[in-house]
């Protein structure tokens, strides 16, 4: 199913490689900004002066955030994205929590969001220009996504 008739509007600002593409299973590492869409209101920053500039992991096959999955699978190595994800591919009808750190920022009722995402590791393969990341945890579900980077 292509992400247009899901609701998922997609606009490329860096291609990538054009081969190296995650699959259902795959582990990837991502430079990610969340947005609601109504407000412009910034969920989560990896890139940000209050972040620690760490591609965030994630495993696809521990997802359950449609949206962000599919997004994330319709890439290749190296692309920087921008997506707007309709509410009932992402949080739906109940919301969320975007947890990052200390900090419970909340998804309202039917938000639709902006997805800014840079894709800069698919399983072994990553981008020359990231180091090896932190330990950290990003687990994306319905009801809740963390995302916690360990200290040094």
């Not at 989560?44 to 972040?51: A, H, I, L, V």
């Not at 009932?88 to 995402?117: F, Q, S």
Request: aromatic share 4%; net charge negative; glycine share 8%.
């Amino acid at each position: 199913m292509s992400l247009e008739s899901q609701g998922i509007k997609k606009q490329t600002e860096t291609k990538g490689d054009g081969r190296t593409k995650p699959k259902e299973t795959s582990e990837v590492h991502v430079q990610l900004v969340i947005r609601l869409e109504a407000t412009g209101e910034v969920l989560y920053d990896s890139r940000g002066e209050t972040s620690s500039n760490t591609p965030v992991p994630i495993d696809l096959g521990d997802t359950d955030v449609k949206g962000a999955k599919e997004a994330i699978m319709s890439m290749t190595l190296g692309e920087r994205s921008e997506f707007m994800i309709p509410s009932k591919l992402l949080y739906g009808k109940k919301g969320g929590i975007i947890k990052n750190a200390d900090i419970d920022h909340p998804v309202p009722p039917d938000a639709d969001m902006e997805w800014d995402i840079e894709l800069v590791g698919v399983d072994k393969h990553r981008l020359n220009r990231y180091a090896e990341p932190r330990a950290s945890v990003c687990v994306f579900n319905k009801s809740k996504t963390i995302v916690r980077h360990d200290e040094d």
